[in-house]
């Protein structure tokens, strides 16, 4: 997934769990003016589960499958297209976030 897709991936998800944008600045689901930047979703596991998998709560699950030399595929629990999610041994995180992306979509 080229760059500029994972920034506009970031910025959808970060839109789902209540950050807005105005005026070039981005504030907490709380409206605190964001100072240090942004979480960055599609490189972080800690900041996926600190943020997005709390607000999963009306969603179905997220499933993981690890094959091989440590492939790794996300999708939700009741679909079996994990061949969406190309392997993706070292970013976990962009995983996830194409699998939560999925379901909000799907919505």
Same mark, same amino acid.
């Given at each position: 997934?080229?760059?500029?897709?994972?920034? /506009?991936?970031?910025? %959808?998800?970060? $839109?789902?769990?209540?950050?807005?944008?105005?005026?070039?600045?981005?504030? #907490?689901? @709380?409206?605190?003016?964001?100072?240090?930047?942004?979480? #960055?979703?599609? %490189? &972080?596991?800690? %900041?996926?589960?600190?943020?997005?998998?709390?607000?999963?709560? @009306? #969603?179905?699950?997220?499933?993981?499958?690890? %094959?091989?030399?440590?492939?790794?595929?996300?999708?939700?629990?009741? &679909?079996? @297209?994990?061949?969406?999610? &190309?392997? $993706? &041994?070292?970013?976990?995180? $962009?995983?996830?976030?194409?699998?939560?992306?999925? $379901?909000? /979509?799907?919505?």
């Amino acid at each position: 997934m080229e760059k500029a897709d994972q920034v /506009r991936l970031n910025h %959808e998800l970060l $839109l789902w769990v209540g950050f807005t944008l105005t005026n070039g600045v981005w504030s #907490y689901p @709380d409206g605190v003016t964001v100072d240090n930047g942004v979480p #960055y979703f599609p %490189e &972080s596991l800690d %900041e996926c589960f600190k943020w997005l998998v709390p607000k999963l709560g @009306d #969603y179905p699950c997220i499933k993981f499958d690890f %094959e091989g030399k440590g492939a790794i595929f996300a999708y939700a629990c009741d &679909s079996n @297209d994990k061949n969406a999610f &190309s392997p $993706l &041994s070292k970013t976990p995180a $962009l995983a996830l976030c194409l699998a939560i992306q999925k $379901l909000i /979509r799907s919505k």
